[in-house]
């Protein structure tokens, strides 16, 4: 791996800013507070960190509500605090990915602020702006993710604006070439201020169909991917509102904005009912984004032949694309919690990881899940997630994996901040923090550490190809191969042990020094509940 080439299998860590690390007593974590924290960031043996948006926002969307995209929320610090912690990264060998929020912006941005003012204005149509129908009912059916039309009415201009989110985040207007322009003079701010690459926000909705056609009804007993069943967002074909064929030539443009600076990374987020199909176009040609991530394996389903058959559509549709692979963020339940039907074991978490480590694709990792967290429960009273709030009780949003950071069980606010916490901490988190966690050397803390390290040291997990083994019941089971070695890896995600017959004519020998314990006799491997083999051939 050269210095060009270095997201191509690296861990990459999220930073949920506002639940990492207060440094200022305000109850809210801030870019100080990382900064703080990078000691622990880089002994955990990850390649770089992703940072959540901690621009200039009134905070409707903690921050995926954008106000200025060049500056830093005074909540998170500010620009030196910013560079110090881009200084203090880069010195612990960490490169730095910033979250890009460029689909939509919030209504208190000036741009939407001087669009809306008038008809007639230099930025009039740099928001998708539409005359009602002769009813005064919006111009189509699209829906908003947060729930309800995707269209509100502005009393100024008299007429609708678009807005797949909340209603305070407008969309930009794709289609006006200023509009491009001022969004890549913001993303060229942060690369001179040395950012090492971005995760692009909803990077599939920057474009709508300019004929504003209606969306078709999903198939009866169908749903779009990655909402709950009870939006009415998840009742629609997304033809017309997202993924537009006019998206690839503006990625291509962010390309080669960012290939004018060296080892510059990009990660989309794909939200779509064609993830895989998208996912494919959007990272094909080595001229568009260097990878991206569905919410595939961020689903419900867990069973081993359910990861299986993630694994095997991908290999089938993507024809070689590469992935950036996680279990969680900031928007779903912690993984423990969601995949609560393979067992509460404490083994669990570490052979997700290392799963998780050994598929094609680099690795997207979320604050806490090294230390086991578990998906917090948030009173009605406390939430305070506009999605959770729209949806409740049926949906409670996303507040449950966003709490602080538990790092000392005894501390005050358990070490986040000497303040009362924006969002309250469990008292189950306590036990897991990270204080209790370096001090127990079988903690999650410590399993994480020790397979990220060793994967480092081997080529076939972070570069080579992937071939699927036959499915099970219980062991989720692969060969990476590159030019320098071949790797057998098996997963037992079950609470009983596990035989693996190996297909005939492999012979294998086990490779140590990865934490896992299992046994090969021939051509079969006995997996104890919850352990991994891997394994080299002969």
Known sequence: MNEQNWWRGAAIYQIYPRSFQDSNGDGIGDLAGITARMPYLAQLGID??????????????????????????PIFGDLGDFDRMIAAAHQHGLKVLIDQVISHTSD??????????????????????????????????WQSIFGGSAWQWDTRRCQYYLHNFLSSQPDLNFHHPEVQDAVLDATRFWLERGVD???????????????LRSNPPQPAGQYAVGV??????????????????????????????????????????????????????????????????????LAEQCSPRFIH??????????????ACWSLGNHDVPRVVSRWQELGDSPLLPAVLLAMLGSLRGSICLYQGEELALAEAVIPYEQIQDPYGKTMWPDFAGRDGCRTPMPWQADGLHAGFSSGAPWL???????????????????????????????????PALIHGEMELLAPSDQVVAMIRRDEAQTVLCLFNLSNAAAIYALPAGMSFQALGGHGFHSEIDGGQVTLPPYQAFFGTPG
Not at 263 to 288: F, S, V
Not at 309 to 322: K, M, N, S
Not at 431 to 448: G, I, K, M, V
């Open 228 to 297: 709950p069943r009870n939006n009415p967002y998840a009742l629609q074909v997304h033809v017309y509102d997202k993924t537009r064929p006019e998206n690839l030539a503006f990625l291509q443009r962010f390309r080669a904005l960012t290939d004018a600076y060296p080892g510059i990374a990009t990660i989309g987020e794909i939200g779509d009912d064609n993830q895989y199909r998208t996912l494919a176009a959007y990272t094909a040609g080595n001229d568009k984004l260097h990878m991206a991530y569905t919410f595939n394996l």
């Open 424 to 458: 309250p901490i469990p008292a189950a988190h306590l036990p897991c923090a990270a204080d209790r966690a370096e001090a127990d050397p079988q903690s999650t803390l410590h399993r994480y550490r020790h397979f990220l390290r060793w994967r480092k040291q081997q």
């Open 48 to 73: 770089a960190i992703w940072i959540s948006p901690f621009f200039k926002s009134p905070m409707l969307d903690f921050g995926y509500d954008v106000s200025d995209y060049r500056q830093v929320d």
């Open 309 to 322: 058959g993630v694994l095997d559509e991908f290999q089938r549709e993507t024809a070689g694309a590469w």
């Open 108 to 141: 208190q941005h000036a741009w939407f602020k001087e669009s809306r003012g008038s008809r007639d204005n230099p930025k009039q149509d740099w928001y998708v702006w539409v005359d009602p129908q002769a009813d005064g009912s919006p111009p189509n059916n």
């Open 197 to 211: 690459g971005f995760r692009l926000d909803t990077v599939n909705f920057y474009f709508h169909d300019q004929a």
